[in-house]
Nanobody
Framework: VQLVESGGGLVQPGGSLRLSCAASGFTFTFSSYVMSWYRQAPGKERELVAASSSANGSPNYADSVKGRFTISRDNAKNTVYLQMNSLKPEDTAVYYC???????????WGKGTLVTVSS
């Protein structure tokens, strides 16, 4: 199983970025996995940013990103996205993609992509 994140980089405050996570090698269909984005800022614990389950169709967001970030998925392309708007310096972190089927004990992580918000 491989999760490959892309789209990170340096952006000014108020700017936007779109992260992508391409998945491959799953045992089950991509749509059956809960796909999430996490982030870890320097000196802080990893935290959930957004999660998407095709089953219930309702994404979950951390309070700190609600109204600014949008998670979406293209099950045909085995890809999950994170659209980040109105970025703030406190959004600076390494962003990780996660795929889970908790009931089956399946839990996979990507290697992360760095997002830096700075003027």
């Amino acid at each position: 199983v491989q999760l490959v994140e892309s789209g990170g980089g340096l952006v000014q405050p108020g700017g936007s970025l779109r992260l992508s996570c391409a998945a491959s090698g799953f045992t089950f269909t991509f749509s059956s996995y809960v796909m999430s984005w996490y982030r870890q800022a320097p000196g802080k614990e990893r935290e959930l940013v957004a999660a998407s389950s095709s089953a219930n169709g309702s994404p979950n967001y951390a309070d700190s990103v609600k109204g600014r970030f949008t998670i979406s998925r293209d099950n045909a392309k085995n890809t999950v996205y994170l659209q980040m708007n109105s970025l703030k310096p406190e959004d600076t972190a390494v962003y990780y993609c996660r795929a889970r089927r908790a009931m089956l004990g399946m839990d996979y992580w990507g290697k992360g992509t760095l997002v830096t918000v700075s003027s």
